[in-house]
């Protein structure tokens, strides 16, 4: 992979850490350094794994066709990744993903194909996803420490299961944002107090296991945003 990294007078690459599978590289500009992280992905065009079977829940939403269309012609990725045990680091292991599927359901995402066309319907679940994204980010950002285990995917995963229990695009209109971005909290919350967060494309697989995020840090996070709901979201205002 190194080999395959361009390097030169303005991009140089940061050494690899250990346990992490990314390659980082750092562009120098005149406005300041930048900061590129590379992960190996292989892709592959097989039938998709077995544990995937029962995910994907789109049918209501972008509908049957779409969700076999997916399945039938789509590849999925293996992407490097470091496990870890409470023990040592072991060598880097191959975690499935689906980055260009969900880029593609973004791309999409109304349940009728005129939704925020130009002269469609406009509605707001990719900003109910760019506000609660903000919102963890913003709250990592003040509590580093007892938030480092959230990411941005399990933002991504709550909002599709939102999307796929509300599939109807006159259930996101954007006038009825604030409404809306409730639900995604709410159901944030939910999955924060039951400790229970379904891959939406592995359902046997729980984002929110104890292996991987404790119980507390679960509470805490529950605490902080409801905290932020109560109070109209005072953390949007610096």
């Given amino acids: 992979m190194r080999r395959a990294v361009p390097t030169?007078?303005?991009?140089?690459?940061?050494?690899?850490?250990?346990?992490?599978?990314?390659?980082?590289?750092?562009?120098?500009k005149p406005e300041g350094e930048i900061s590129v992280d590379i992960v190996l992905a292989l892709e592959v065009r097989t039938s998709w794994p077995a544990s995937t079977k029962a995910g994907l829940n789109i049918t209501e939403w972008l509908g049957t066709k779409v969700r076999q269309d997916y399945r039938r012609f789509e590849p999925f990725y293996l992407v490097a990744k470091s496990a870890k045990d409470e023990h040592m680091i072991k060598a880097d292991t191959w975690r499935l993903s689906f980055s260009n599927i969900e880029k593609d359901i973004l791309k999409r995402h109304g349940n009728k194909k005129t939704c925020c066309e130009k002269d469609g319907q406009k509605c707001c679940r990719k900003i109910c996803l760019k506000l609660l994204k903000h919102l963890l980010e913003k709250l990592k950002n003040e509590h580093r420490q007892k938030l480092d285990k959230f990411c941005s995917y399990h933002v991504k995963n709550i909002a599709f299961h939102a999307f796929s229990t509300y599939p109807q695009d006159d259930q996101w209109k954007l006038e009825d944002l604030q409404t809306c971005f409730d639900v995604l909290i709410d159901m944030f919350l939910?999955?924060?107090?039951?400790?229970?967060?379904?891959?939406?494309?592995?359902?046997?697989?729980?984002?929110?296991?104890?292996?991987?995020?404790?119980?507390?840090?679960?509470?805490?996070?529950?605490?902080?945003?409801?905290?932020?709901?109560?109070?109209?979201?005072?953390?949007?205002?610096?």
């Fill in 8 to 28: 030169g007078k303005e991009i140089s690459m940061k050494r690899k850490q250990t346990g992490c599978p990314a390659i980082t590289l750092l562009i120098k």
């Fill in 190 to 238: 939910c999955h924060l107090k039951d400790e229970k967060l379904t891959h939406f494309f592995i359902p046997s697989f729980n984002l929110f296991c104890p292996e991987f995020i404790e119980t507390r840090s679960l509470r805490f996070l529950s605490e902080m945003i409801t905290f932020q709901k109560s109070n109209k979201f005072p953390i949007f205002n610096h």
